[in-house]
């Protein structure tokens, strides 16, 4: 296997590039609902697993899913 070089990666990635796209705003809106019914609860893996959940509505896999929630 040839050396890999990591220095000319982008320093971001989008999960999303169709800023009007259906997932794009059904994640928006998850995320922001989350937000406002969950926001005097103080944070904890538990928490995030269940906006992980509720993020993960297409059945991908967690790693996107993270990228979803970290986009906003």
């Given at each position: 296997?040839?050396?890999?070089?990591?220095?000319?990666?982008?320093?971001?990635?989008?999960?999303?590039?169709?800023y009007h796209?259906?997932?794009?705003?059904?994640?928006?809106?998850?995320?922001?609902?989350?937000i406002d019914?969950?926001?005097?609860?103080?944070?904890?893996?538990?928490?995030?697993?269940?906006?992980?959940?509720?993020?993960?509505?297409?059945?991908?896999?967690?790693?996107?899913?993270?990228?979803?929630?970290?986009?906003?």
């Amino acid at each position: 296997m040839s050396e890999q070089n990591y220095e000319n990666y982008w320093s971001i990635t989008n999960a999303f590039t169709n800023y009007h796209g259906k997932k794009f705003i059904k994640t928006l809106n998850i995320c922001v609902s989350f937000i406002d019914k969950f926001s005097t609860e103080k944070y904890t893996e538990k928490k995030y697993s269940r906006l992980q959940s509720k993020a993960n509505f297409d059945n991908i896999n967690l790693i996107s899913v993270r990228k979803r929630i970290i986009h906003f």
